[in-house]
T-cell receptor, first 112, second 118 residues
């Protein structure tokens, strides 16, 4: 089944404790992206990647890192999480044409 | 730059009423894609429809219909005879080519919370 798999689905952590949210797709998509969703703001792009070893900042990249060492994986790294990073996170992938996006199920992160 | 505006933050209707969710977009691209997604209380994003910029034909799928008008840069979504299960947040989104032309970026509106009361 074609899908984007995010893990974990739920995570509660403490301020400053490094964490990684994984994202994997099995559709050979070139493009992958991370979004965060906050009430009243919709989904905002954090980082995106057009292919292996090619990443770039989205609209809200501060406090996040990503890597794209393999085409299928695009982990989101929070090196020192803070409470303002409490949010619902989505990973998405697509072909370059951008005519269809597949989203993961989301990760609810709470930083206390 | 691109922008998607969903001016209706929250809408409440009584079951069986028709409801229209508005979406207005801005883009300088001539080729772009528009999407609608549904987010039920469980949180996942459910794809509803994609429309490319060259296809202004309206679409109907069961109780759902979409009205795409390039002249007003709008892509509105109507639910006919609404049901309680339609209660969700609905997002409109725009996919536009990066300046490099190598890929596209998906930008979302802020969403409309639809509540259908029994």
């Amino acid at each position: 089944e074609a899908q984007v798999t995010q893990n974990p689905r739920y995570l509660i952590t403490v301020t400053g404790k490094k964490l990684t949210v994984t994202c994997s797709q099995n559709m050979n998509h070139e493009y992958m992206s991370w979004y965060r969703q906050d009430p009243g703001l919709g989904l905002r792009q954090i980082y995106y990647s057009m292919n292996v070893e090619v990443t770039d900042k989205g609209d809200v990249p501060e406090g996040y890192k990503v890597s794209r060492k393999e085409k299928r994986n695009f982990p989101l790294i929070l090196e020192s999480p803070s409470p303002n990073q409490t949010s619902l996170y989505f990973c998405a992938s697509s072909f370059r044409t951008g005519n269809g996006y597949t989203f993961g199920s989301g990760t609810r992160l709470t930083v206390v | 730059a691109q922008k998607v505006t969903q001016a209706q933050t929250e809408i409440s209707v009584v079951e069986k009423e028709d409801v229209t969710l508005d979406c207005v977009y801005e883009t300088r691209d001539t080729t772009y894609y528009l999407f609608w997604y549904k987010q039920p209380p469980s949180g996942e994003l459910v794809f509803l429809i994609r429309r490319n910029s060259f296809d202004e034909q309206n679409e109907i799928s069961g109780r759902y219909s979409w009205n795409f008008q390039k002249s007003t840069s709008s892509f509105n979504f109507t639910i006919t005879a609404s049901q309680v299960v339609d209660s969700a947040v609905y997002f409109c989104a725009l996919s536009e080519t990066f300046s490099s032309g190598s890929a596209r970026q998906l930008t979302f509106g802020s969403g409309t919370q639809l509540t259908v009361l029994p």
